[in-house]
């Protein structure tokens, strides 16, 4: 993968390269082999890193880590959209880790909020429900709010490097 663009006007296409599954190595893992003459472009505007299980840190620097780090180097906790810095502001799987579709969404209309709020000055949106009467969907008011559930986890004495963590739900 590499960005196109100029320094002056910014990214404008992203390169790609196809690939495909090589020989399996001694442990058995086949690793990715780029398949020659494959490439090809994508136009874009702007490009959103969201890939991997964990999240990069390394690009940050001092100036910015501190917000964002503990001494130890992990993202801090608390607030899930706000950092100590209060035009930086974090979402999604990096601010929340690993998480379902809509919990996703619903991070991602609490981040605009708060984005929205930070740049406007104020509250412009405020959170609204709406829910019909029991008698028209037979639904109870006992669920308007479910708890979340817990993701499963491989136990501790069975991970390792390669081994996947969150198990997903059957």
């Not at 008011?141 to 991970?159: C, F, G, K, M, V």
Request: with cysteine.
């Amino acid at each position: 993968m590499a960005y196109v663009g100029e320094a002056d006007t910014g990214i404008s296409k992203m390169r790609f390269i196809r690939n495909e599954l090589g020989e399996p190595d001694d442990s058995g893992r086949r690793r990715p082999v780029p398949i020659p003459d494959s490439e090809f472009e994508i136009e874009v505007d702007t490009v959103l890193l969201a890939t991997g299980q964990w999240q990069d840190t390394s690009w940050l620097g001092p100036e910015v880590s501190k917000f964002v780090l503990d001494k130890d180097g992990w993202i801090k906790g608390g607030q899930p959209v706000r950092t100590d810095h209060p035009s930086l502001f974090l979402a999604g799987d990096y601010s929340i880790g690993a998480s379902t579709l809509i919990e996703a969404i619903g991070h991602a209309k609490t981040c605009a909020r708060e984005v929205d709020e930070y740049l406007m000055g104020e509250r412009r949106v405020m959170d609204v429900a709406r829910i019909e009467g029991s008698l028209e969907t037979g639904r109870t008011h006992d669920l308007d709010s479910i708890p979340r559930q817990a993701n499963p986890t491989l136990p501790l004495d069975e991970r390792s490097f390669k081994a996947e963590v969150e198990r997903g739900y059957d």
